[in-house]
């Protein structure tokens, strides 16, 4: 177990992020087989043949990459320090590691270590193009629908610590964390630690990836992070949930492709989302969207370049109310 310790500055400076560089190295891991679940399949069967029509040589990645995954090289993949960052800045970000900081973990090869350090501008710019390679093939494709999986993810996660405080986002982010008196247990088998935050307070990060696994980031350089599966991530790559159950009585005051919207809102969702949940034109859902809006019944939050709705606690009060009737 890893018991990090919160101080009130550390709550104040707690953040999420969301990692391009982060998801090419765990999505590698899913691709050399630690997605034992399956539940990236059809991901993974579609990529592999893009990868080998490609003729992407991935050696300079893979082999930094172990898995198992007992560890990995951090400056692989650093923390972000904006909110929502570029591949692009993060790639500029790698090629300009220190040299101190270029550790890796004991499962890597002696001489891809020795490589690395006996010339570090080179290697890293080789590193740096390998994973924009792999990048337009494997994750540019299907990028939209997981930056807006991972933003939605934060919306909700936001709204949590509106409501229950530091407790209340941590006791829900994932099964291995807890909240217990100021002080983030993260459950793992592969390490015991004890930790303070020293006032930098902690990076959350979305990753559509890492699941059954949190992976967390305690190296003294970077701001201590912690990588966590986002809610649902098993409907990622459905190609149309089931839908959502629309009270008749909704439909009956709304009209049935409104309060199948406000329904199908459990999560935060974006207008290309809804169309494909829900089978309505794209035009369609905007306009529906626009007057639940107007009626105060959906509100619209902007996450980088994408705009997620939410259903308000109006529209709560309906669905509650119609269901019950």
Not at 218 to 235: E, K, N
Request: aromatic share 6%; glycine share 8%.
């Amino acid at each position: 177990m890893i018991e990090i310790e919160f101080s009130p500055e550390d709550v104040a400076r707690t953040r999420f992020a969301i990692s391009p560089l982060w998801e090419v190295v765990a999505s590698v891991r899913v691709l050399k087989g630690a997605d034992e679940q399956g539940i990236h399949r059809v991901w993974t069967e579609q990529v592999r043949d893009r990868l080998a029509a490609a003729k992407v040589d991935l050696t300079p990645l893979t082999d930094l990459i172990p898995v198992p995954t007992l560890a990995l090289a951090c400056f692989l993949a650093p923390p972000p320090t904006t909110p929502l960052t570029s591949l692009e800045v993060e790639l500029a970000a790698l090629r300009a590691t220190p040299p101190e900081l270029l550790r890796t973990p004991s499962a890597i090869t002696p001489e891809r270590v020795a490589e690395i350090r006996a010339d570090p501008d080179r290697e890293l710019a080789r590193l740096a193009e390998t994973i924009q390679a792999y990048w337009d093939v494997a994750l540019a494709p299907y990028w939209p629908r997981i930056l807006a999986f991972l933003e939605g993810d934060i919306l909700f996660r936001a709204g949590r610590l509106v409501e229950g405080g530091a407790r209340g986002l941590f006791n829900d982010l994932d099964p291995q964390v807890a909240w217990d008196a100021g002080t983030l247990q993260v459950q793992t088998r592969f390490c015991r630690d004890r930790r303070t935050l020293g006032g930098r307070g902690l990076l959350l990060v979305p990753s559509a990836f890492v699941w059954p696994r949190v992976f967390s980031v305690l190296d003294g350089h970077w701001q201590p992070t912690l990588r966590y599966p986002p809610r649902g991530i098993g409907t990622l790559w459905s190609a149309a949930p089931a839908p959502t159950a629309v009270p008749d009585a909704l439909a009956g005051v709304l009209g049935r492709s409104r309060a199948t919207l406000v329904a199908e809102l459990t999560t935060p969702a974006s207008t290309t989302d809804l169309a494909r949940r829900t089978g309505l034109t794209p035009g369609g859902v905007s306009q529906h969207l626009s007057a639940l809006r107007a009626a105060g019944l959906v509100g619209a939050h902007r996450a980088g370049r994408v705009v997620l709705y939410a259903r308000t606690r109006a529209a709560e009060t309906l669905l509650a109310a119609a269901g019950s009737g």
